[in-house]
Each structure stands twice: as structure tokens, then as C-alpha cells.
């Protein structure tokens, strides 16, 4: 494994790469949202709402798998190889996404799909954490992490500009440009900072094993539960509003250009929320400045619910985007520097796969409650209350009792680093 030194110095790069991969991860699930009015116009499929969103939670119930087994598996082969083979896996996939023939294998091919962008998160989070100097690893990771909501900015603006031109099978199709624009630079740049990356079969069983054991002990037990809980409102925030917002603000009376503006809107918010609160992160801590930003998603949403004057609402939009998609920039953040180097991946890959389930029922649920003909408000009022759940789990998260030394490879500026 190259030094500390070495890496740190090529910390830039890997963040940039990291954040494209990223991109293309943001942009391949929010993408099947922003095409969701045409997807249920297609007169071959006939789909409800409800089958879309089952539809849109294949990809979501992949990406619990994946997070789970890539977290873990990348704390014992190492985070390079996990961090390629997940890139290359959710990029080819997507070709399989465009060409599936029938509703059905459809889901199926998303599936698949979520299995890589499940797993690359914490992976790339793990890597950003580790190559940055302690005093910047929120900010560094909150820069790196904006590509989620940069990619739903992208898939919006897409849909906006080129879908009467390439359609929704185009749109789709255009996630799988990763595997040119980012795998062969991700190749070059990207470095192995896991300690014992290649394991003996004298340690091996252990390295599988201790992780999740350390993990799951007592002490540690309600700080993985808390977590895995503002995780799974966090990311039934992030695809519940970006796989329904446009459909919501359509059936509320905007033409579809307005409501795919809506959803730019909450995913440049996400933008700032990250970036700003993973700041704040670094100064004041993980805990207060993630249930803040809850708090500011229950409240935004809930201003969402009494649907003000447009100018106002996209407004309000921008403010929910921060406290939701950008809280849970923040929340990766407080997860990655909670626990040290040794099960940092696990405990991400553990937490991550909690929320993933939170994924899967946003979709579900705002599926579930549009089709059953739920007011406009009582939609919104229903996300903004379980925004508040996620704050309160953020601050029940127990104390670190156990100061970690291994939390980076980059030593502070002028010392030595710890190990």
C-alpha cells in the first residue's frame, strides 16, 4: 500500500474521481423519476402509478444488498478492487436497463443495477475519509457525496432538454457513459487504503468476521440501530420526493417543464445543504448540525404541504432539497468519522443498507399514497413528519466513548500521524 504521505498528496484526485462516479450513481437513480410522467404515458406498458413505483424500488432493494455485502467485503479485499468492480458493475447495467423489453425484466435489470449503486457509497466514502487531513474529511466528503445531487440536477435537465429527442430508453442509456468517462481515470487514480488489503488464510476468517462482531456488541449495538434509522428516513426522503416531486407538482397544476424545474431545484438545495452543513460538521459536530437539517426538511416540506405562490415554493423546494438530500450528505459524514478505520467501511456498508431500505419504501409509499387519491398536502405533511423521526435519531446517536486514532492517513500539517 503507497504511504500516508503519498496518498494525501493525491487526495484532490481521488475526490474528483469519487465524485464523478458518484454523478453517474445520482444521475442513474434519479433519472427513472424525472421519466416517470412518460414512463406512465407509454401506452405499450399501461402502468399505474403504483407498478412504477414498485419499479423504481427494484433498484433500491438491490442497492440494500449491495451496500451491505460492498461495505463489508471492502474492509477485507481492500477499497480499490470494491471500489472498480461497483463502478463498471451499475454502468454496464444500465445498457440492460434501456433495452428491457417488458415491465418486468425491467425491475429486474434495476435490481441488478442497484447492487453497484448500492455499494459504491461506502466505498467511495470510506476512501474520501481516509485520504483527507482530519480537519477537512466532512468538507472533502461532502464535496465528493454532491454528486448525488448534481446527478439528479443532470437526469432533470435531461429529461427537460432531450427526452422528446432520445425518449426515456435514451435517457436511461446515457448512465452507462461511466464506463468511458470515469472507470479508465478511476483505474490510474484511485488508491488501496485498506490496512491488510490482501488477506492470509491465517487471518482471513477473522477479517471476515470481527467488523460485524464489533459492531453488533452491546455497547456499540444502539449507535448501528440509531444510525441505520436516520439513514432510513434519510434515503426514503432522497427517492420518495425525487421519484415523485414531478409527478406531485404536475397533478398539483404545473406543466411538466415546471415540475422538472422543481426537481433541479431540490437537488441544487441538496447541493448547498451538503456542502454547507458537512462545514458546519467539521467545526461544531456530526450530531447537532444533522438534526438541524432534519428539522429544516420537516419544516420546508411541511411549507411544501400549503402549496404558497410559485415564486415561494420554489423557494421552499430549494430549503427541503438541504434538509433532506443534503442531510443525508451530512448523516454519511457523522457515520464515517463515528467509527475508526478498521470497521469504517462495515459500519457505513451496515448503516447504508439500513437506509437503503428506507429507499425502497419512499417510492412505494408515495406510489401507495397517490393512488389512493391523498390530497396534494396531506403527501407532503406525511414526508415532513417522518423528516422529524430522522432528527430525533440523530440525537439519541450515543458519545464515542473510545477516542479513535486511526480516524485518516493524512497526518494533521506539521505532525505525525498516530497508528
Same mark, same amino acid.
Given at each position: 500500500?503507497?504511504?500516508?504521505? #503519498?496518498?494525501?498528496?493525491?487526495?484532490?484526485?481521488?475526490?474528483?474521481?469519487?465524485?464523478?462516479?458518484?454523478?453517474?450513481?445520482?444521475?442513474?437513480?434519479?433519472?427513472?423519476?424525472?421519466?416517470?410522467?412518460?414512463?406512465?404515458?407509454?401506452?405499450?406498458?399501461?402502468?399505474?402509478?403504483?407498478?412504477?413505483?414498485? %419499479?423504481?424500488?427494484?433498484?433500491?432493494?438491490?442497492?440494500?444488498?449491495?451496500?451491505?455485502?460492498?461495505?463489508? /467485503?471492502?474492509?477485507?479485499?481492500?477499497?480499490?478492487?470494491?471500489?472498480?468492480?461497483?463502478?463498471?458493475?451499475? !454502468?454496464?447495467?444500465?445498457?440492460?436497463?434501456?433495452?428491457?423489453?417488458?415491465?418486468?425484466? /425491467?425491475?429486474?435489470?434495476?435490481?441488478?443495477?442497484?447492487?453497484?449503486?448500492?455499494?459504491?457509497?461506502?466505498?467511495?466514502?470510506?476512501?474520501?475519509?481516509?485520504?483527507?487531513?482530519?480537519?477537512?474529511?466532512?468538507?472533502?466528503?461532502?464535496?465528493?457525496? #454532491?454528486?448525488?445531487?448534481?446527478?439528479?440536477?443532470?437526469?432533470?435537465?435531461?429529461?427537460?432538454?432531450?427526452?422528446?429527442?432520445?425518449?426515456?430508453?435514451?435517457?436511461?442509456?446515457?448512465?452507462?457513459?461511466?464506463?468511458?468517462?470515469?472507470?479508465?481515470?478511476?483505474?490510474?487514480?484511485?488508491?488501496?487504503?485498506?490496512?491488510?488489503?490482501?488477506?492470509?488464510?491465517?487471518?482471513?476468517?477473522?477479517?471476515?468476521?470481527?467488523?460485524?462482531?464489533?459492531?453488533?456488541?452491546?455497547?456499540?449495538?444502539?449507535?448501528?440501530?440509531?444510525?441505520?434509522?436516520?439513514?432510513?428516513?434519510?434515503?426514503?426522503?432522497?427517492?420518495?420526493?425525487?421519484?415523485?416531486?414531478?409527478?406531485?407538482?404536475?397533478?398539483?397544476?404545473?406543466? /411538466?417543464?415546471?415540475?422538472?424545474?422543481?426537481?433541479?431545484?431540490?437537488?441544487?438545495?441538496? %447541493?448547498?445543504?451538503?456542502?454547507?452543513? !458537512?462545514?458546519?460538521?467539521?467545526?461544531?459536530?456530526?450530531?447537532?448540525?444533522?438534526?438541524?437539517?432534519?428539522?429544516?426538511?420537516?419544516?420546508?416540506?411541511?411549507?411544501?404541504?400549503?402549496?404558497?405562490?410559485?415564486?415561494?415554493?420554489?423557494?421552499?423546494?430549494?430549503?427541503?432539497?438541504?434538509? #433532506?438530500?443534503?442531510?443525508?450528505?451530512?448523516?454519511?459524514?457523522?457515520?464515517?468519522?463515528?467509527?475508526?478505520?478498521?470497521?469504517?467501511?462495515?459500519?457505513?456498508?451496515?448503516?447504508?443498507?439500513?437506509?437503503?431500505?428506507?429507499?425502497?419504501?419512499?417510492?412505494?409509499?408515495?406510489?401507495?399514497?397517490? !393512488?389512493?387519491?391523498?390530497?396534494?398536502?396531506?403527501?407532503?405533511? %406525511?414526508?415532513?413528519? %417522518?423528516?422529524?423521526?430522522?432528527?430525533?435519531?440523530?440525537?439519541?446517536?450515543?458519545?464515542?466513548?473510545?477516542?479513535?486514532?486511526?480516524? #485518516?492517513?493524512?497526518?494533521?500539517?506539521?505532525?505525525?500521524?498516530?497508528?
Amino acid at each position: 500500500m503507497p504511504s500516508p504521505t #503519498s496518498i494525501t498528496a493525491r487526495r484532490y484526485p481521488v475526490v474528483a474521481v469519487c465524485f464523478a462516479a458518484i454523478i453517474f450513481d445520482g444521475y442513474d437513480l434519479i433519472v427513472y423519476g424525472s421519466t416517470i410522467p412518460a414512463l406512465l404515458a407509454y401506452e405499450p406498458w399501461s402502468l399505474s402509478r403504483t407498478q412504477a413505483g414498485a %419499479i423504481g424500488s427494484c433498484a433500491l432493494l438491490g442497492m440494500f444488498l449491495g451496500a451491505i455485502t460492498a461495505g463489508t /467485503l471492502t474492509d477485507r479485499f481492500g477499497r480499490r478492487r470494491l471500489f472498480l468492480t461497483c463502478l463498471a458493475w451499475y !454502468s454496464a447495467a444500465m445498457l440492460a436497463v434501456a433495452a428491457a423489453p417488458t415491465p418486468e425484466l /425491467l425491475g429486474l435489470f434495476r435490481f441488478i443495477a442497484g447492487l453497484g449503486f448500492g455499494g459504491i457509497a461506502p466505498v467511495a466514502i470510506a476512501l474520501v475519509v481516509e485520504v483527507a487531513r482530519d480537519s477537512e474529511r466532512n468538507r472533502l466528503n461532502a464535496l465528493m457525496l #454532491s454528486g448525488l445531487p448534481v446527478g439528479g440536477v443532470l437526469a432533470a435537465l435531461a429529461a427537460l432538454n432531450l427526452q422528446d429527442v432520445i425518449g426515456f430508453r435514451g435517457l436511461w442509456a446515457m448512465g452507462a457513459l461511466a464506463l468511458v468517462l470515469v472507470l479508465p481515470f478511476a483505474w490510474r487514480v484511485i488508491p488501496e487504503t485498506t490496512p491488510h488489503a490482501t488477506p492470509t488464510p491465517a487471518h482471513t476468517e477473522q477479517t471476515r468476521t470481527a467488523p460485524l462482531r464489533e459492531l453488533f456488541a452491546a455497547p456499540a449495538l444502539s449507535g448501528v440501530l440509531l444510525f441505520g434509522l436516520a439513514n432510513f428516513v434519510g434515503f426514503l426522503l432522497v427517492f420518495g420526493l425525487n421519484t415523485w416531486l414531478p409527478e406531485l407538482m404536475h397533478e398539483a397544476g404545473y406543466s /411538466l417543464g415546471s415540475a422538472l424545474t422543481f426537481q433541479v431545484l431540490l437537488n441544487t438545495g441538496a %447541493i448547498i445543504g451538503g456542502i454547507s452543513g !458537512s462545514t458546519l460538521a467539521d467545526r461544531y459536530g456530526s450530531r447537532p448540525v444533522a438534526a438541524s437539517a432534519f428539522l429544516l426538511a420537516t419544516i420546508a416540506i411541511g411549507g411544501m404541504a400549503i402549496a404558497p405562490p410559485p415564486l415561494l415554493m420554489y423557494f421552499v423546494v430549494l430549503l427541503a432539497g438541504a434538509g #433532506s438530500i443534503g442531510t443525508q450528505i451530512v448523516l454519511f459524514g457523522f457515520v464515517a468519522t463515528h467509527y475508526p478505520a478498521r470497521i469504517r467501511a462495515t459500519a457505513l456498508g451496515v448503516t447504508t443498507g439500513f437506509g437503503r431500505l428506507g429507499a425502497v419504501t419512499g417510492p412505494l409509499l408515495g406510489g401507495i399514497l397517490l !393512488s389512493a387519491h391523498v390530497p396534494f398536502g396531506w403527501v407532503f405533511t %406525511i414526508f415532513g413528519a %417522518i423528516a422529524l423521526i430522522g432528527g430525533l435519531a440523530c440525537l439519541f446517536v450515543p458519545h464515542r466513548t473510545v477516542r479513535h486514532t486511526e480516524t #485518516s492517513l493524512a497526518p494533521h500539517p506539521g505532525t505525525e500521524r498516530v497508528s
